[in-house]
């Protein structure tokens, strides 16, 4: 296990290193994983798409799921045909002469069925994707049979000449898909929506370490020069790994969850947001990785929910996947309805931060070594957020933290 532990963010590298990965103890090579030929592709994806996002929102929070973005996109490529299908799985990072579709789709099902064993395991995860269309379209039995076959995809018919209506289907279903942990998905749906893509993720882990709920108190958040915020502010003292960049203007620490799921904290200096995310990348990460210590570290976390919903269209385009929003779309595959025209592909991820662990509550007294005083790491101001999974090789989530009320 051990071993595991440490050659885990060997994928993040490039592919010199499949060699190694191939040693993996947890890699079960009689039945080759073949997601993990798919994470490298996907972690460029997530870092190019968060960068968009953050570029065209200054000074908000940002907060997605690339993973699971990743995976509604390839379920529409099934639907998009011609140009439309190529441009989507390109724009996903595929080289279509090097790995076949059938080969995407394939490793996205097996990652689909490992991220719904990880839930039903971990209880606090809901991850999934569900098609609306209106009542008078029916669905080709080709897509039908596909999507589930890899998917699971859940197709169900609303009602759109009635928006509202349909907007309260659509959030009802979500509501209830995540244990009420999602609400309000969509707010208001335009009359000329037909098909709707939707796809959610709520995640609230358990900490390894524990945070002692008693030492969470009220404290300012430095939003900007001119704006403060009072947070609720956890606290632990205990070992655990920690950098001061050498390269990069920030520190960082990594957290664990019990399970897979691997947190990394990224605190830039003040006014040095922009250029740590423009550097973010597998081979910033894999260096990280390679330098963190260990160490005894008193560490300041704001105990929040963050949230983030986009409609992906705009910002798919921004990225070369233009013609997800251009009239000559062509997702003759979902439909025999002629211009079918997508509505919307809408996303929302929830992740939950708080003192939890999953057992009774049990609080390690860590003896402090006095002849050096612990680190300090306060993340007071502005934050990165990046949580992956690391039996799967994901971005499960990637945050950009500006004001957590
Ligand atoms: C895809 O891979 C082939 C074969 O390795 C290569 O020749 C081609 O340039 C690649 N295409 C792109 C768009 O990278
Ligand atoms: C969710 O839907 C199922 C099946 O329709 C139902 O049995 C269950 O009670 C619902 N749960 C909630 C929390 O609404
Ligand atoms: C600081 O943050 C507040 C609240 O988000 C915002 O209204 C204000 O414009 C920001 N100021 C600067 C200088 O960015
Ligand atoms: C990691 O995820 C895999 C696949 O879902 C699961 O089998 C395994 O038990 C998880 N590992 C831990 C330590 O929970």
């Known amino acids: 296990m051990l071993l595991a532990l440490g050659t885990y963010f060997l994928w993040l590298f490039t592919s010199d290193l499949w060699a190694v990965q191939a040693k993996d103890p947890d890699t079960d090579l009689s039945t080759r994983s073949p997601h993990r030929d ?3 592709k996907n972690v460029d994806f997530a870092f190019t798409l968060y960068r968009h996002l953050v570029a065209s929102a200054p000074g908000k929070n940002v907060f997605i799921s690339p993973v699971s973005i990743s995976m509604a996109l390839a379920i529409l490529s099934l639907g998009a045909c011609g140009h439309t299908r190529v441009q989507l799985l390109q724009g996903l990072g595929f080289n279509l002469t090097k790995m076949p579709e059938a080969e995407i789709h394939q490793g996205f099902r ?4 490992l991220f719904k064993k990880e839930s039903e395991t971990m209880l606090e995860m809901a991850m999934g994707n569900a098609l609306f269309l209106d009542r008078s379209l029916e669905l080709l039995e080709s897509f039908s049979a596909d999507t589930k076959h890899y998917y699971e995809l859940e197709a169900l018919a609303a009602d759109f000449k009635d928006g509202a209506e349909a907007s309260r289907q659509i959030n009802e279903y979500i509501k209830n898909k995540t244990q009420g942990k999602i609400v309000d998905f969509l707010s208001k749906l335009d009359s000329s929506a037909m098909l709707i893509l939707v796809n959610y993720i709520f995640f609230k882990g358990t900490w390894e370490h524990p945070f002692n709920p008693e030492s969470t108190k009220e404290e300012n958040f430095y939003v900007n020069k001119t704006t ?11 070992t655990i790994k920690y950098l001061h960049d050498r390269v990069l203007p920030c520190q960082v620490v990594q957290l664990e969850y019990v399970g897979n799921g691997t947190v990394f904290f990224v605190l830039p200096d003040e006014g040095k947001m922009d250029m740590v995310i423009a550097a ?5 990460i894999q260096r990280w990785s390679e330098s963190m210590i260990r160490g005894q570290v008193n560490l300041y976390i704001p105990k929040v929910a963050i949230s983030g919903a986009y409609d992906l269209r705009a910002i798919l385009g921004d990225m070369g996947i233009a013609d997800l929003l251009a009239k000559g779309a062509d997702f003759s595959g979902i ?8 509505s919307k592909v809408v996303h929302k991820a929830v992740l939950q931060l708080d003192e939890k662990s999953f057992m009774a509550p049990e609080f390690p007294m860590v003896m402090l070594d006095m002849a050096s005083e612990p680190l300090t790491f306060h993340f007071n101001r502005p934050f990165i957020i990046m949580i992956f999974d690391h039996f799967t090789w994901s971005s499960l989530f990637l945050g950009k933290v500006v004001n957590p009320t």
């Open 110 to 113: 097996h990652l689909h069925h």
């Open 228 to 238: 403060v915020v009072r947070v609720p502010m956890m606290f632990q003292s205990s």
């Open 280 to 284: 973010l990348s597998r081979d910033t």
């Open 38 to 40: 798919l994470a490298p």
């Open 335 to 342: 439909t025999q309805e002629a211009q079918l025209k997508l």
